[in-house]
């Protein structure tokens, strides 16, 4: 019985040796240290391409590369489909660098639903309307069960091929390359707006029922695909999607007829991979503007999770306390911007909050409370009229506020 019995462990270790070589060889790692990488291949679509970023700005790649000292090699191409990519993968000129890249990030999935989606709705474009314009108009006045109707139908070809595809992107992919680690991103949903927005939608700015019956048609279809990434044995998945859920426009849209990412869009994907990989050690100065230059509203409707990426990664720092226009100095115009501010929060049923953005609203809820409102403006207007008479006041005592720096 003990000899059957090690004779069975002998065949398992075997067999798990056996198991273990035949899966394709990851970075070397040492314990507790952040993987390298020294060549990546970006693949896929306009997400990849810079496209909408302005000049100085910081794609995900670009991050990526910052962050790893890794060269980039881009395939990009804007407007590509899973079929286009399954197609530029056969191309000999490019499949000398994708054989000798450590890291493969791709986005692609997006245009195989958009593609056919806007064919659909050019039907019901009136003059001069752009994409988002004609979803917009639907949301407020058709009926969005027909309309999802069909787009399902219109749809549903290319979304089958773009499920059917990604298991032939991870083949001719580990084909070229069986060691690098390959990551796919999620899709996003590049059509939510803030509420005050789609509560404009409709004709009494109050329901907005058929909006997001359209944006929960619109996430669950992109997460059909998503879903066919994650049943990869190969690639990882960076979740974009769950990161920029329920708070897209934070990430999405230099225009009103933009679906791509902004620099903050793109600091966030790079902060998802990063942390889906390992890659930490390494600030940058792209994060810490993304989450400076972001509404102070906005912010706070992002996940907590995504919040602390991008924290993650960024330099601390901030503005002078009480400071409201960054000029280095506390005087009676700080006081002033926020009672402006203030009171077109009152005049928009909101708060200062969707009018400050993260750094300026830090810098002058002195009270600490969670609000800028008249309460700061108050302490602002004091602590300037204290100093102004060559007497000292710490913020600490001012505000009541124990957090305040002195």
């Given at each position: 019985?003990r ?40 693949l ?37 489909t ?60 058709g ?29 001719a ?76 426009w934070?990430?999405v ?13 793109h ?69 002033q ?70």
């Open positions: 019985m000899f059957k019995t090690r004779k069975r462990i002998f065949a398992l270790l075997t067999a798990s040796v056996m198991a273990a070589a035949a899966l394709p060889a990851m970075p070397v790692q040492a314990a507790g240290s952040a993987p390298q990488y020294d060549k990546i291949v970006i896929g679509d306009s997400i990849s391409t810079r496209y909408a970023l302005a000049s100085g700005e910081s794609s995900y790649y670009e991050i990526l590369s910052d962050f790893t000292g890794a060269g980039v090699t881009n395939y990009a191409v804007s407007g590509y899973t079929s286009d990519l399954l197609t530029l993968l056969e191309d000999e000129s490019k499949q000398a660098a994708i054989k000798e890249a450590d890291l493969i990030c791709i986005s692609i999935g997006s245009n195989d639903i958009l593609k056919p989606a806007h064919d659909y709705f050019d039907a019901y474009r009136q003059e001069g309307e752009l994409f988002m314009d004609i979803i917009k108009r639907l949301a407020k006045d009926d969005p069960k027909y309309y999802i109707g069909q787009l399902t139908a219109a749809t549903r070809d290319a979304r089958a091929q773009a499920i059917e595809n990604y298991p032939l992107i991870e083949t992919l580990r084909d070229l390359n069986p060691d690098a680690e390959i990551v796919m991103e999620s899709l996003y949903n590049p059509f939510e707006v803030r509420q005050q927005v789609a509560a404009s939608y409709s004709e009494d700015n109050e329901d907005m029922s058929n909006y997001e019956e359209l944006m929960r048609y619109i996430s669950n279809m992109e997460n059909q695909l998503s879903k066919a990434m994650r049943n990869l044995e190969t690639v990882k998945v960076a979740e974009v999607g769950n990161a920029y859920a329920n708070a897209g934070a990430f849209g230099s225009g009103r007829n933009d679906v791509h990412p902004t620099e903050t869009g600091a966030m994907i790079a902060a998802v991979i990063m942390d889906l990989l390992g890659i930490t050690g390494k600030t940058s100065d792209v994060f810490t503007r993304s989450i400076e230059n972001m509404i102070m509203g906005d912010y706070r409707r992002v996940s907590e999770n995504s919040r602390k990426l991008l924290h993650r990664y960024a330099n601390p720092g901030g503005r002078l306390f009480g400071d409201a226009d960054d000029d280095g100095k506390i005087a009676a115009e700080d006081a911007i926020v009672l402006q501010r203030y009171t077109k929060g009152l005049a928009s049923l909101s708060s200062a909050a969707d009018f400050l953005t993260y750094e300026e609203f830090n810098a002058v809820d002195v009270t600490g409370d969670g609000e800028a409102d008249v309460a700061d403006a108050q302490c602002i207007l004091q602590y300037f009229t204290i100093n102004l008479s060559q007497k000292t006041v710490k913020w600490s005592e001012l505000t009541g506020n124990p957090n305040a720096p002195d």
